[in-house]
């Protein structure tokens, strides 16, 4: 192996572990809120996620989502750049009980569907004793 060609291989391999430790861009997905007596709606835009990528947790009133992709970069030097690929994070404080339950996901074409039924007021009667 020549000098040069060591010299390439070093470049490459720095570039590759430089390109490896930059930190990825974290985006706030789209969402659209539907709502009606009996549940929420949430879509959200998430290009490039799997299910596997995707995390969803509730804890007390706070709705949290998150995900990462792994859409590569083709080789070659990047010459113009619309699209940034990285990943996803987004918060909601819920402000009326849901049945955690009853929650459902679903994540099909880069969209994910999540379901946040309302939870049903307890209703009891109170018998009224008199002395």
Known sequence: MSVSELLKTEEKAATEQERA???????????????????HLLVLD????????LEISLEKDELRISAKTSASEPKGNLRYSEYGTGDYKRTFLLSEPVDEDKISAVLKNGVLQLKLPRKKPLSRKIEVKTN
């Open 21 to 39: 430790e930059r930190p990825r861009p974290t985006y706030t997905p789209s969402t659209d809120l539907y709502s009606n007596e009996e549940e």
């Open 46 to 53: 998430l290009p490039g996620v799997k299910e596997s990528d």
